[in-house]
């Protein structure tokens, strides 16, 4: 599957499918946060919680490369990520684009 952040292929025939979301919530254990919290207190990445958001937005494409599958596409145009904070320990990670299929 193709992905693109582009809004537009130029030069290529294709048909919008529709618009393909995936997304997950993520948290870190107690103790996790614990120790990151303390890491705040000396500065410089937070590791942990980096790995987190990582495998986050791998599985938030995942779905979306899914969603896009099941409508037929062979690309998805226009991704976007963003992220929420849902609860203190948790933040979500949202894929999104548009489905398109070639002509």
Do not use: C, H, P
């Not at 193709?2 to 997304?23: I, R």
């Not at 590791?47 to 779905?63: N, V």
């Amino acid at each position: 599957m193709k992905l693109v952040t582009v809004e537009t292929l130029q030069g290529t025939a294709y048909e919008e499918l529709g618009v393909v979301t995936g997304s997950t919530i993520q948290s870190k254990n107690m103790f996790s946060d614990i120790g990151q919290g303390l890491k705040t207190i000396v500065g410089g990445e937070l590791k942990s919680y980096t790995g987190m958001m990582e495998k986050a937005r791998d599985k938030a494409t995942q779905r979306m490369i899914e969603q896009a599958r099941k409508m037929g596409a062979d690309a998805v145009i226009g991704v976007r990520y963003t992220t929420s904070s849902i609860m203190a320990q948790a933040a979500e990670v949202l894929a999104y684009g548009t489905a398109i299929r070639f002509k």
